[in-house]
């Protein structure tokens, strides 16, 4: 079973409408919840940094995390065709020999299509 | 500007052919990596730096090494190439807190094929 679980998609949406995009983990002990974008042939650019259960919103964009269901979402309001690209989910766990390393999803190819 | 500076952005190869990604930061970051993006297999940690002259593999080191003799700088080296190391190369770098790492900033990826 992976560490992080993330569905690829792909998800095509209208503009406007409301994406869910969601990754499940496994380690209890993950903490700090991360969300990237990444546009084709461009390096990931983080997006969001969440630490703990809650809510976190920064524009049209809010992150949420579950640690109880060990479930974490992002949700895009209004979407717009900008917004096309894959989000990867990402959270700081440990690795061989005990050191921090980040764990990732695979991404979910999300298209808003105007 | 903050930002990871990788070279080439793209580049084709013989098999055998020694070669060298550069990488260098801005940003005074203690912790740097490398990862490899395939489709279907997402990113993949090639080897990570915690700090000068401190290195280690990540999950898919063979084939590759990497030094950190100053901080900024993160070079990887492919000292025989082969066709399976073809792919999508990313560096990244992120400061450290009490143990506990923030975002990665990542460069814009080195397109690499080996024939």
């Known amino acids: 079973q992976k560490e992080v679980e993330q569905d690829p998609g792909p998800l095509s949406v209208p503009e406007g409408a409301i994406v869910s995009l969601n990754c499940t983990y496994s380690n209890s002990a993950f903490q700090y919840f991360m969300w990237y974008r990444q546009y084709s042939r461009k390096g990931p650019e983080l997006l969001m940094y969440?630490?703990s259960s809650g809510n976190k919103e920064d524009g049209r964009f809010t992150a949420q995390v579950d640690k109880s269901s060990k479930y974490i979402s992002l949700f895009i309001r209004d979407s717009q065709p900008s917004d096309s690209a894959t989000y990867l989910c990402?959270?700081?766990?440990?690795?061989?020999?005990?050191?921090?390393?980040?764990?990732w999803g695979l991404g979910t190819s999300l298209a808003v299509n105007p | 500007e903050a930002q990871v500076t990788q070279n080439p952005r793209y580049l084709i190869t013989v098999t055998g052919k020694k070669l060298t990604v550069t990488c260098s930061q801005n940003?005074?970051?203690?912790?740097m990596s490398w990862y490899r993006q395939d489709p279907g297999l997402g990113l993949r940690q090639i080897y990570y730096?915690?700090?000068?002259?401190?290195?280690d593999k990540g999950d898919v080191p063979e084939g590759y090494k990497v030094s950190r003799k100053e901080k900024r700088n993160f070079p990887l080296i492919l000292e025989s190439p082969s066709p399976n190391q073809t792919s999508l190369y990313f560096c990244a770098s992120t400061t450290m807190f009490r143990g506990q790492g923030y975002g990665y900033t990542f460069g814009s990826g080195t397109r690499l094929t080996v024939v």
């Open positions: 990402a959270m700081w766990g440990r690795g061989a020999g005990n050191n921090r390393k980040l764990i």
């Open positions: 730096s915690m700090n000068v002259e401190v290195t």
């Open positions: 969440t630490y």
């Open positions: 940003m005074n970051h203690e912790y």
